[in-house]
């Protein structure tokens, strides 16, 4: 089961798109989630906000897969099922996410593009633009 560190260091993570990218959070995780974030590349430091979040069958969640080129979602890996959208910037040292599960996402804001497989399986999500 992932763990984040309670003892939070002091950083400042701010792309200013967070109000661009969730215009309305209706409904969301109680308490959020620490992701999972094995498996990405030793390269990201952060998570931006918009990115889709997944959940394993066990119900572990945690970043959506990014292709090879880094420009697009990857393939859904198996078992694996779409959870929400992350509401704000983490860093991947600290991956504690609130997880957006309903309201208005504008998703030409979104750091990678949204597929219709994603939008369907989001139907409390409106994708904006």
């Known amino acids: 089961m992932p763990q984040a560190n309670l003892i939070k260091e002091d950083y400042l993570i701010e792309d200013g798109l967070e ?3 969730i ?3 209706l409904g969301d995780i109680p308490g959020g989630r620490t992701l999972d974030v094995t498996g990405l590349p030793d390269s990201t430091k952060v998570i931006k906000a ?3 979040i997944i959940a394993d069958s066990k119900g572990t969640a945690k970043p959506m897969p990014v292709n090879a080129g ?3 979602y990857g393939s ?3 078992s694996h099922s779409y ?3 992350l509401k704000a910037t983490i860093s991947v040292k600290d991956p504690r996410a609130a997880i957006v599960t309903m ?3 504008n998703q030409a804001a979104c750091p990678f593009p949204v597929t219709s497989a994603m939008k369907s399986a989001l139907p409390n999500i409106q994708w904006l633009y």
């Open 19 to 21: 109000s661009i990218v």
């Open 23 to 25: 215009v309305n959070a």
């Open 50 to 52: 918009g990115h889709i």
């Open 70 to 72: 880094g420009t697009a």
């Open 76 to 78: 859904l890996p198996a």
């Open 83 to 85: 959870l929400g959208v």
């Open 103 to 105: 309201g208005q996402i």
